[in-house]
């Protein structure tokens, strides 16, 4: 039987890659850029709050997450296959993955 040539709904959107991936020269922030001129920045104290890794979920179930992370800077950052990409902390955590569209969401968010 042929396969039909519609995506598969279990197909994940990947989204828009940035063009250029920076980190300011403080080290406090993530700054993106994207083919339509497009640009984001995000402060490493955000980002450090929001990551999602199985380390920092079960901190947060269990209550031991720290409030906030006032004096962090990204240490790395590396890609992940072509939708994310790897920081590393100055507190020497560098378990969370980071898609775009994850990326994107936190600049949406604000705070």
Excluded at 2 to 19: C, D, F, H, R
Aim: a negative charge; one cysteine or more.
């Amino acid at each position: 039987m042929a396969q039909s040539a519609t995506p598969s709904a279990l197909v994940a959107s990947i989204g828009v890659e940035p063009t250029q991936i920076s980190v300011s020269d403080d080290l406090s922030f993530l700054d993106l850029a994207f083919a339509e001129g497009d640009a984001i920045r995000l402060s490493a104290k955000r980002l450090r709050s929001a990551c999602k890794c199985a380390h920092c979920l079960r901190a947060r179930i269990e209550g031991v997450f720290p409030n906030k992370f006032d004096s962090i800077a990204i240490a790395l950052v590396a890609p992940i296959g072509g939708y994310a990409i790897n920081i590393a902390f100055s507190d020497g955590h560098a378990r969370g993955i980071y898609p775009w569209a994850f990326l994107l969401d936190l600049n949406e968010a604000g705070t």
